[in-house]
């Protein structure tokens, strides 16, 4: 296993304010492999193509949300911490369902 700052991250925000600050903090953290989506078509293509150890994955993106997405890419066993402004517990409980 890789130590832990050498882990590839995938981020997925279509906000693209919201993802390069994500991305700033992690780099200055130490994470030097760390890679961006700005829709769900992207991501899934990249998560293919990288296959990261993590997955930081807004929920409400823009034709194909973040729950959509965590069920096509489950098979590839990729980690996932859910960014969301969405405070319902149901939100909370479907996230969790599907593993992230």
Known sequence: M???HEA???IVDDEPELRRML???LRGDGYADVHEAATAA????K???LR???LILDVMLPKINGFELL??????????IFLTAKAHV???VKGLRLGA
Not at 42 to 45: C, D, G, L, Q, S
Not at 71 to 80: D, G, K, W
Request: proline letters at 9%; zero cysteines.
């Open 23 to 25: 991305v700033s903090i």
């Open 71 to 80: 069920e096509y890419i489950r098979p590839l066993q990729i980690p996932v």
């Open 52 to 54: 990261p150890d993590a």
């Open 8 to 10: 590839r991250l995938l």
């Open 47 to 49: 998560a293919l193509r």
């Open 90 to 92: 149901s939100d909370r």
């Open 2 to 4: 890789r130590d832990v």
């Open 42 to 45: 992207e991501a899934m293509e």
